[in-house]
């Protein structure tokens, strides 16, 4: 059985930053894609960043250089280091995995398990 679990979210004033969390069980980030993506009210989920087995990653635009995304392969653990967070955030950050070594989409349909999610809200 699969389990993704996120944690770290909470609110922040702009500027701040947070680090997320995906604790994962049942699946292995050494041999799968990771990926964290959000949704925020009345919008569709997006990718935010990927990050493969070879170490190759994806940031959407709206958070270069702010959001970096990295692994521990020894607790099997994905993180997402959120810095000079916006109001533009605020969202539920979702972690994901796709079966596969490289990160061939960034489509959330494409990713074969999720996480619960965690909130994470940026005031201004």
């Known amino acids: 059985q699969v389990q993704l679990v996120e944690s770290g979210g909470g609110s922040v004033q702009a500027g701040g930053s947070l680090r997320l969390s995906c604790a994962a069980s049942?699946?292995?980030?050494?041999?799968?894609?990771g990926g964290w993506f959000r949704r925020a009210p009345g919008k569709e989920r997006e990718a935010v960043a990927t990050?493969?087995?070879?170490?190759?990653?994806y940031y959407a635009d709206s958070v270069k250089e702010r959001f970096t995304i990295s692994k521990d392969s020894a607790k099997n653990t994905l993180y997402l280091q959120m810095n000079s967070l916006k109001p533009e955030d605020t969202a539920r950050y979702y972690c994901?995995?796709?079966?596969?070594?490289?990160?061939?989409?960034?489509?959330?349909?494409?990713?074969?398990?999720w996480g619960q999610g965690t909130q994470v809200t940026v005031s201004s």
């Open positions: 994901a995995s796709l079966a596969t070594y490289t990160c061939d989409s960034t489509s959330a349909r494409s990713y074969n398990y």
């Open positions: 049942g699946v292995s980030f050494g041999t799968s894609c």
């Open positions: 990050l493969d087995i070879y170490g190759g990653t």
